[in-house]
């Protein structure tokens, strides 16, 4: 784009929608101008880009998230117009960090989301017609707001300032029918720029409105609450995202959101492939969906549903659907995996349970005539007990089924769908899960990114991640240590600043800055940090540990807004946070610090800034992670267990250079059944202090565990009792802490040599090429989809 028709472009916006000029417009007048103009320069690319991936065999993305966060910095990078139009604000003296606050669509809860954003944007980089269908939320994730330790949640109402990267297009609306009411989803699309390419993927998010507005009958009848009644029903389906992340919720709301946006999905599908081929003999030929974890896997009985409608019988509906469809599990703890009643699913959507009832009646039929014996068969059929297992009616039906590390698809495999995998071993496969280098190097580590383009004399890793390896003969170099400590030091001193205003904290870029950026959650072991955390502060207090090298904890965390034990976590940490940073004999050495509100845009603030990343979750239920391979990206150390995609990070960039603890899958399966937390607590005076501090007085846990705000003494049960629905610690929190305090104070140690230790940073980095989404992405569409790139249609 030419820089001064962008200023003209610029100018002309901000003069007819605001009589206003860049000077003196508003940041969020400015942003939508900026927006709007990057958006016109790229509308023929999208509309070509449209066409070319309905001209061939292309992929849809189902995902009841997408957490994409602030779009217009990264536009701009992938548009190839950042230092331009930095260059024309600049003149006017504006600038693009002023549109910092304007928009941060957080559509999503955490990595599940995140990771659907990253495939977008690997997808459109590499030419590939893959395009993302979710729900248009009014309000996307909750705000964070620490009052007095205790978190606080408020609306996210992400288009407050409008929304200048989406396009309404009301030809393309569906009625959506459920039992009691019908409802119009109104599609808005985001395109997804591809770096260095022409090609714009897509991002098609439903909205739900009222087929009828408003009654006019009871208006005049003077009901004006009725009258606007189906209006508020309509729209209450794409209100809020639900805030949960790794546990299901059987509510009927959610229901209805989970078939809204695949109805509308699927009839787009169908709708599209007839109006260029004719007829839907050949969809499967044309079409494969992926189905983001189980949210969106009510898509399958709706295909079948649709194609029947449109004259086709159910065997050559299922058939079809069976080529089409593909599932990726994210999760195997029981609380997230998705079963709905059977009477809700029938009350709610009625002509659609009808074909899930088919489904598992094909599957009965289908068992015994492999002689499988009728327990067996119970044992896995989609509906039993009253319930649709929504994994088990994806498994049966998809052609490919996908766990996201391989430790993660090997207990897949191995354990929670063994019986599947016997039986369809071809179907299973493993896709481990990556990050786009665009954003999370190219765009938020600037300082870094330019190092890198300098040494390896070119910009090719931002579309070839794998060129960092040339980097690694660079590890014994102190020149190039020596840069990479001071832009290290630079980053920190950036998020200092941010932190000094987003929570009001002075933290020193001087100390270790050990960072736990995830959801709060208990498998996830924020408690683990937190109690590391005390048992290093009587360590220093007693002298037992000397020579601590001064440290800053940094967490991020949201809880869910119902998630009492969670939230009690996010107090404690604020607890120990005034204890350790007032403490005379501490408060140089240990510091604590609560980032609030995390999300897409801190965590670009974050993930440059960190030393250590702690990924530190129970052996065995972190499926993947994601924000790992982040901080591993901007040169942080992992310190963490042998979890997820950590074991694949540790193979890439080699156990020395990491710090790795804790039992390991298979230990724990010894371990848990005859596992005593108490005998360790009592027995170990370090560890039971530390415990002790969760019951003593001195903490304000700010009430009782009925009280919304938690406790930190149902903590210490949950540790030592357990509780009605689980064991004693059934996370290990206490078993693994010592060899957890070890392995930090190991690495806390090895700090003090800057050099070494930046040289284990550097490493990580260059190994880093394994985990950008272009490789997880290429995988897919070559294994999964058998999709090319548009570029490469019919060579
Ligand atoms: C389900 C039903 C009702 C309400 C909410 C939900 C729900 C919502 C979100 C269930 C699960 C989620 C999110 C899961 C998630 O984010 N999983 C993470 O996926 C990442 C990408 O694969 C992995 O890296 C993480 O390990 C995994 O925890």
Redesign the pocket.
Known sequence: MDKSIFAKALESQLRSKYNTTVENALDWQLHECVSSAVMEHISPNHAQSLEKHLSGRRAMYLSM?FLMGRAVHNNLMCAGVYEDVEDVLKQHGRSLGELETIEDAALG????GR?AACFLDSAATLDLPLDGYGIRYKYGLFKQKIVDGFQKEEADNWTKYGDPWSVRCQQDAVNIQYADMTVRAVPYDMPIIGYGTDNVGNLRLWQAEAVDDFDFNKFNDGDYTGAQAKKNAAEDISRVL?P??????GKKL?LRQEYFFSAASVADAIRKHKARFGSLDELEKYLTIQLN?T?PVIAIPELIRQLVCEGYDFETAFEKAHKIFNYTN??IMAE?L?KWDCSLVESVIPKVYTYILMINERFIRDMYSKGMDKKDIAAIQPVAGGRVNMAYMAIYVSSYING?AEIHTEILKKDALKKWYELYPERFQNKT?GITQRRWLALCNKELSALITRLLGDSGWITDLDRLKELAKYADDENVLGEFIRIKKTKKQQLADFIKQNDGIEINPDTIFDIQIKRLHEYKRQLLNALSIIYIYYGIKDGSIRDFTPTTFIFGAKSAPGYRRAKAIIKLLGEIGKMVNSDEQTKDLLKVVFVQNYNVSAAEKLVCAADVSEQISTAGT?????GNMKLMLNGAVTLGTYD?ANVEIVQEAGEENNYIFGARVEELADIMPDYDPRKLVFENEKIGRVLEKLIDSNFDDGGVPSDQEGSFKELYKALTDGASWHVPDHYYVVGDLESYVAAKLRCNSDYKDKLAFARKCWLNMCSAGKFSSDRTIRDYAQNIWKIVPVSKRGV
């Not at 809860?109 to 599940?112: C, D, F, I, T």
């Not at 949960?244 to 919720?249: A, K, L, P």
């Open positions: 998230e809860n955490g990595g599940l990771l639900y949960n992340d790794n546990t299901s919720e959610r974890d949210h994210h999760t997230a998705e996201v899960n972190e499926a993947s992670g994601t997820g």
